[in-house]
C-alpha cells in the first residue's frame, strides 16, 4: 500500500510540474506574440514618420521586458539603430547626479542642507540676497536662484569634440551654440566665471529675483555646480565617481561621460530635424546632459529606479532611496499657471532630487538636445517603466515630430496591458 501511495504521489507531482511547465511556456508564447505585434508598430511609425532611429525599453521591478531600436544610426551607412546603439541622453543624465548625490550624503561626505560655499573654492553669493545662504539641497531641486543665461551658458556650453571630420556636417544650430574645441576649458573655471559677482561670464540675469529656496527655477548651471560640489566632497571627478557607485555596479557597460569611456563605433550619428548631419560634441558642463548609454543599459538603470523606489534599490540604502523620491517642494515654489497640469510626463510639476513627478503622479526626467530627445518615466503603482531615446531634434517640424513621439509612447503604454507579467 505505501508503494502504491508512494507512486500516485510521484504521478500527481510530475503531472502538476508538467501542467505548470505548460501554463509558463503558453505564458512565454502569448507575450512574445504581444511584443512582436509591439515590434511591427513601431517599426510602422518608424517607417511613416520623420524620426531617422530610435530605440525604446519596457521594464517592471523584475527586470527588462522589451528592449529594440528602429530606423537608422546613420543614414549613409544604412547602419541600424538598435538597442546596443549608444548617444547622449540629454537631461535624463541629471538623474545621476541625483543618485550620486544621495551617495556621497551615505559615505558620509556631504548632508542635502550643508551651505554649497562649505565645498566650494569660489565665491557663490546671489548679488539680490547676498546673506541667504544656498544650500545642495536647493540645486537638488533647481531652487537656489541660479538662472541659465542664452548668452553664457547657450552659446558657451557646447564644445565640437576633436579630431573628427566636419566636411558635409552643419555646426549650425539654432538653440545651441556648438563651439570650437578650443574653447573648451574646465567645468570648474566656467562655472567660477559665470557664478562669481566679477566673473568673465557673470551677467546680472544669471541669478533670478528670487531669494533661494523661494521659487523653481529649472537650471543647468546649478545643476553641473551640485556635480561640482559632489567632487569637492568626495575628493572624486564626478564621472569617476558615478561610474563607480552607478554604472559598473548595474553593469551599465555601454556607458559614459565622454567618446574616450564608450565605443564610438556604437555610437549613433545625430541629426537636425531637416537629416542634416550633426558633429560629435560635448559639454563644459557635461553632468547635466551629456552621459553616453544604450538602450540596454538605460533598461538597466530604470529597472533600479523602480526597485530603488520601493525600497528594494541596490545602489543606495532605503532610506536614501526615499529621500530621492519625496516631493520637495509646494505650491508656493512655483509661479501661477507654470505648472502643466495636463500633461502625464512633465517631472517639472514636483520634483525630487535631481528626479520629478509629473501632475499624473509619473516619476522620471525628459532631455532634449541638438539632434536628441529622450523620456525615461516609472508608474509608482504599476511598477512599470518606459524609455525611449531618439538621434534627431522636433526642430520647426515639432508638432509632426511630437505626434510621432507621443505614438510611440503610447503605443508602448497600451502594450503593457497586454502583457502577462507577475
Known amino acids: 500500500m505505501k508503494k502504491i501511495a508512494l507512486i500516485l504521489i510521484l504521478v500527481i507531482s510530475f503531472s502538476s510540474c508538467d501542467k505548470n511547465k505548460k501554463n509558463t511556456f503558453s505564458t512565454i508564447d502569448e507575450n512574445q506574440k504581444i511584443l512582436d505585434s509591439l515590434t511591427v508598430d513601431l517599426d510602422s511609425i518608424q517607417k511613416n514618420g520623420p524620426i531617422i532611429g530610435f530605440a525604446v525599453a519596457m521594464v517592471n521591478q523584475n527586470g527588462v521586458l522589451y528592449e529594440k531600436g528602429f530606423g537608422l544610426a546613420n543614414l549613409d551607412t544604412k547602419e541600424k539603430y538598435t538597442e546596443n546603439t549608444i548617444q547622449h541622453i540629454a537631461s535624463v543624465s541629471k538623474t545621476l547626479i541625483g543618485v550620486a548625490l544621495m551617495k556621497a550624503k551615505e559615505m558620509g561626505k556631504l548632508n542635502l542642507d550643508d551651505p554649497i560655499q562649505d565645498y566650494l573654492p569660489f565665491k557663490v553669493i546671489h548679488p539680490n540676497y547676498p546673506n541667504e545662504t544656498i544650500t545642495i539641497r536647493q540645486l537638488a531641486t533647481h531652487t537656489s536662484g541660479i538662472n541659465d543665461t542664452y548668452e553664457q551658458y547657450m ?14 556636417v552643419s555646426i ?6 556648438l563651439n570650437p574645441s578650443e574653447l573648451n576649458i574646465p567645468m570648474e573655471k566656467y562655472l567660477k566665471e559665470y557664478l562669481e559677482l566679477n566673473g568673465l561670464y557673470y551677467q546680472d540675469d544669471n541669478y533670478i529675483n528670487f531669494k533661494p529656496g523661494e521659487r523653481y527655477n529649472y537650471s543647468n548651471i546649478g545643476a553641473t555646480l551640485c556635480a561640482l560640489v559632489i567632487e569637492k566632497a568626495t575628493g572624486q571627478a564626478f564621472d569617476s565617481f558615478t561610474e563607480e557607485h552607478i554604472l559598473k555596479p548595474l553593469g551599465m557597460n555601454s556607458s559614459g561621460w565622454s567618446l574616450d569611456d564608450v565605443d564610438i563605433k556604437k555610437h549613433s550619428r545625430l541629426y537636425r530635424n531637416d537629416n542634416t548631419l550633426l558633429p560629435f560634441y560635448t559639454a563644459i ?5 551629456m552621459l553616453i548609454s544604450s538602450s540596454s543599459d538605460m533598461a538597466r538603470y530604470l529597472v533600479e529606479l523602480i526597485n530603488g523606489y ?18 520637495q517642494l509646494s505650491d508656493n515654489n512655483f509661479a501661477e499657471g507654470e505648472r502643466n497640469a495636463d500633461h502625464p510626463y512633465d517631472g517639472d510639476y514636483n520634483p525630487g532630487i535631481f ?16 539632434g536628441v530627445a529622450t523620456w525615461m518615466y516609472f508608474d509608482k503603482e504599476k511598477k512599470t517603466g518606459r524609455y525611449i531615446v531618439i538621434n534627431c531634434d522636433m526642430g520647426n517640424d515639432k508638432r509632426a515630430r511630437e505626434l510621432e513621439y507621443y505614438a510611440i ?14
Do not use: C
Request: charged share 25%; proline share 3%; no cysteine.
Open 355 to 370: 528626479i520629478g513627478y509629473s501632475a499624473f503622479g509619473f516619476v522620471g526626467h525628459s532631455g532634449g538636445d541638438a
Open 409 to 422: 509612447w503610447d503605443k508602448m503604454n497600451d502594450y503593457f496591458d497586454r502583457l502577462i507579467v507577475d
Open 155 to 168: 552659446e558657451r556650453a557646447w564644445i565640437l569634440t576633436k579630431n573628427q571630420n566636419l566636411i558635409n
Open 310 to 327: 520601493s525600497g528594494k534599490g541596490t545602489l543606495l540604502s532605503k532610506e536614501s532611496y526615499k529621500e530621492l523620491f519625496t516631493k
Open 172 to 177: 549650425d544650430y539654432p538653440e545651441q551654440r
Open 285 to 289: 558642463t557635461y553632468p547635466d546632459g
